[in-house]
């Protein structure tokens, strides 16, 4: 089997600070060459990069996340392009569009504390913002969308986009876009979340995805694989084991080679050849 490349991924979140020894330990053991660790507001970003100081495997990336761009700074845009020239190697994300936190959240939800929820078109305006950064300094972009795959086509096809091509992380969107977000130059990562049985129809398109655009992914430590299947982190009596452990990203290659009909050779050399065109 060749080495294993996880295209979206949180290293970085608090849940995770506890283990980063055994992670790295495991990752390393399962040949992990890179990780697109994302991101999601301005507090972050320098947090990554001192990540990727410190860890090899790990590929940068920088972006307001739908869910945060409400509580931007004035100044993000010159902290967004500092922190990419800061790193030839960052790519830009996670951003995108959700329309599920405007309207399908109750206002007491715990995940909205502290968030000024942003309008569907001010979280397009941000996510333009970024997308035409990316495509000046031609990084890479990692898109996150929710109940918002219309939109986000229109957004897509009317701004410029970077010509290295952008990441739909965990596609989740309809079967019919396929053709035309391919078309604009996405690639599509697969995760765990997506064997849950009320994804069936959503898990059916990584069955017919074009090969070469195909990626996998962990969105650790969220997305967590049935605890039958987890990978538990270690360290710790109190652990949470609903945590993704980002070493399950060899579980998500065994499962989409299995719905692909490939073996997890053949799998592994062709997610490395895209995952490297994607993000160099």
């Given amino acids: 089997m060749g080495p294993l490349y996880d295209a979206h991924q949180h290293f970085h ?14 990752l390393r053991q399962l040949d992990v060459r890179r990780a697109v660790v994302n991101g999601t507001n301005e507090a972050e970003w320098p947090v990554i990069t001192a990540l990727a100081k410190k ?9 307001l996340h739908p869910w945060d761009c409400g ?6 845009r010159a902290s967004l392009r500092t922190a990419l020239m800061g790193d030839p190697r960052s790519a830009v994300g996670e951003i995108g569009l959700d ?5 399908g959240l109750p206002a007491d939800d715990p995940r909205l504390a502290g968030l000024r929820v942003a309008s569907l078109s001010e979280q397009a305006e941000v996510c333009t913002a ?20 219309g939109a986000l086509r229109e957004l897509l096809e009317k701004t410029a986009r970077p010509a290295r091509g952008f990441l739909l992380h965990g596609y989740a969107g309809p079967a019919e876009m396929i053709p035309g977000f391919t078309e604009l130059g996405a690639y599509y990562s697969f995760n765990l979340q997506l064997m849950e049985p009320q994804r069936a129809d959503r898990l059916n398109n990584f069955k017919h995805l ?7 992914e962990t969105d650790a430590p969220s ?34 080679a299995e719905i692909r009909g490939l073996s997890l050779d053949v799998l ?3 997610v490395e050849t895209n995952f490297i065109r994607l993000f160099g």
């Fill in 13 to 26: 979140f608090d849940e995770l600070v506890p283990y980063r020894t055994v992670i790295d330990t495991d």
């Fill in 99 to 103: 329309r599920w936190i405007i309207d």
């Fill in 71 to 76: 509580n931007r700074s004035p100044d993000w």
């Fill in 210 to 216: 074009p090969i070469d655009r195909l990626l996998v």
């Fill in 130 to 149: 970024q997308l035409a950064l990316a495509a000046e300094l031609n990084r890479a972009a990692s898109m996150h969308c929710v109940q918002a795959w």
């Fill in 55 to 63: 860890y090899d495997w790990i590929r940068p990336s920088y972006g």
């Fill in 223 to 256: 997305k967590a694989p049935p605890l039958t299947r987890n990978r538990f982190l270690l360290g710790t009596p109190s652990v949470d084991p609903t945590l993704n452990h980002p070493a399950n990203i060899l579980l998500a290659y065994e499962m989409l």
């Fill in 268 to 270: 592994t050399r062709e």
